[in-house]
């Protein structure tokens, strides 16, 4: 029998792919399902277990995937600073790639022969999807049924599943498309389509609620562009961007509102959330203005763009990748010290920060007695940048 591996989501479209896998190429389907943080409870994962497994999986992997994803795909582009049109912490985009590269090793291990993912053909996830298995694994077959398959809504993809004799959750379910996990939260459809429209309240999933009455201090310490401590705990990387999610996510702070230029060439409106990224970036960028020279703190940009569209773009099994990291990796030793921050209502600001490498000297910028600085250099150094335009 041909085997198969699809990642699977235990929604409506990957149950249904699931099935058609199995009855229209005579498919023996392993359904892989990577926890990146997706998932409310235990409880729910075991929901989706039984769910892949009534609809005719011939196996279930569960893999957690949070710490390999947070080490080795959010602190990396944290730490260079990628924000997708300055706005998108990445947070799907950078989880598609770890998925692609579990699934085409679930598919060597079981001798599969193809990978099968439930991306439609208007997104960038079949793109991050399938240029993974095509830079890694070109012989492996893929299979997008959402792009080719007869059925035309959800409607019929429902009918198809219940007529397997398999249950799905049929009540009037969300009518936005959410994807979420430990760095953020991506949603999308509903009336965030109509862009004239304010987002509402009930769309937001980590940042909704009250707000607190009173502001709040918290303080962040990162080692080499890594945050680990908070208000001077020491933290895994898991219960700190949990921990943070939660506090900064409680005074809103880190939705954004974006329309985005997609690679299949359209612009479409996407809501995202990212409390934990948002906050933990406004301080590595700070630390960087106050320890890195000039010239490179002024040349930074061009390669965060560069990585961020890559990684958006699902180029992230390339040596361009690697290399803007080695970049980053190469100055990252600055950015080592702590940060804090005063969070209010949607906004955090920095009170304060220090650092071992700061290049910010009180005596020289000072306008008391104290300064070290001569004003009489300025006379000559002034004189020559102006020569130029004196000589035209
Ligand atoms: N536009 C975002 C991206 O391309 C988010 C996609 C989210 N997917 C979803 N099913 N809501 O990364």
Request: glycine fraction near 6%; include cysteine; aromatic fraction near 12%.
């Amino acid at each position: 029998m041909k085997r198969i591996v699809l990642a699977y989501s235990g929604g409506v479209d990957t149950t249904c792919i699931l099935i058609y896998l199995k009855e229209k190429f005579g498919y023996d389907v392993i359904a892989y399902c990577g926890d990146v943080g997706q998932f409310e409870s235990q409880k729910e994962k075991e929901r989706i277990k039984e769910r892949a497994i009534k609809a005719g999986a011939k196996k279930v992997i569960f893999e957690d995937l949070k710490e390999e994803f947070l080490k080795e795909f959010c602190f990396p582009a944290l730490k260079i600073g990628a924000v997708y049109e300055d706005k998108y912490f990445l947070s799907t985009a950078l989880s598609r790639p770890l998925l692609a590269k579990k699934l085409i090793d679930v598919a060597r291990k079981f001798k599969a022969d193809a990978v099968s993912h439930g991306s439609t053909g208007k997104g960038n996830d079949q793109v991050r999807f399938e240029l993974t298995f095509r830079i890694l694994a070109p012989d492996l077959k893929i299979i997008a049924p959402l792009r080719e398959w007869e059925f035309s809504s959800r409607e019929e993809e429902i009918d198809y599943i219940l007529k397997h004799g398999v249950s799905i959750d049929v009540k009037k379910s969300s009518p936005y498309s959410i994807d979420k996990n430990i760095w953020g939260v991506s949603i999308e459809c509903g009336v965030i389509e109509d862009e004239t429209k304010e987002v509402p309240e009930e769309a937001y999933i980590l940042t909704k609620g009250k707000l607190p009455e009173k502001e709040r201090y918290i303080e962040i310490e990162y080692k080499d562009g890594i945050p680990y401590k908070v208000n001077g705990k020491k933290m895994n990387p898991i219960s700190l961007i949990m921990y943070l999610n939660k506090i900064a996510g409680s005074y809103k702070i880190g939705r954004t509102d974006l329309i985005e230029s997609r690679v299949v060439g359209i612009k479409s409106r996407e809501v995202y959330e990212a409390p934990a990224a948002y906050i933990l970036n406004e301080g590595l960028r700070e630390l960087e203005r106050m320890t890195l020279q000039k010239d490179i703190l002024h040349f930074l940009p061009v390669l965060r763009n560069r990585y961020s569209d890559l990684i958006y773009e699902g180029f992230y099994f390339t040596d361009l990748r690697k290399a803007i990291e080695a970049f980053f990796d190469s100055i990252s030793y600055r950015l080592t010290g702590k940060v804090k921050f005063l969070l209010r209502p949607y906004s955090v600001s920095i009170s304060s920060r220090s650092s071992k490498y700061s290049i910010y000297k009180k005596e020289l910028s000072t306008y008391t007695k104290e300064s070290k600085f001569d004003q009489k250099w300025a006379e000559g150094f002034l004189k020559i940048i102006g020569l130029p335009w004196e000589n035209k």
